[in-house]
């Protein structure tokens, strides 16, 4: 029963984060773009709702979470590197989720 629960649950959440996704997308990409420039292609972003923020994957490689004032955070450290390049260094995400948990729910 136990099992049943959580496994329903974990659709909802999937499901509410794939509706909120392609809204967020967007704002996310542009706020990313302003912040770091050109410096990456941006030919694949992905998203989640992770620990009351959003984190991104742009491109496989360079992972960010912005938190609800859209202040940027680095989660990786090829993200770091990018990201240094403009605005020089990126405060480390405050959440417990790594790139890999990320990149298992981005979408």
Do not use: H
Request: net charge positive; proline share 2%; charged share 25%.
């Amino acid at each position: 029963m136990m099992k049943k629960c959580l496994t329903t649950l974990f659709c909802v959440f999937l499901l509410f984060c794939s509706c909120r996704s392609d809204n967020n997308k967007e704002q996310v990409t542009r706020l990313l773009k302003e912040k770091i420039g050109t410096e990456l292609p941006f030919k694949e972003v992905r998203i989640a709702s992770i620990e009351n923020g959003t984190a991104v994957i742009v491109d496989k490689f360079w992972c960010y979470w912005i938190d609800q004032n859209n202040e940027i955070y680095c989660v990786n450290g090829t993200s770091k590197t990018i990201y240094k390049q403009k605005n020089g260094a990126c405060k480390d995400a405050p959440i417990k989720a790594t790139y890999l948990d990320i990149d298992k729910i981005a979408k």
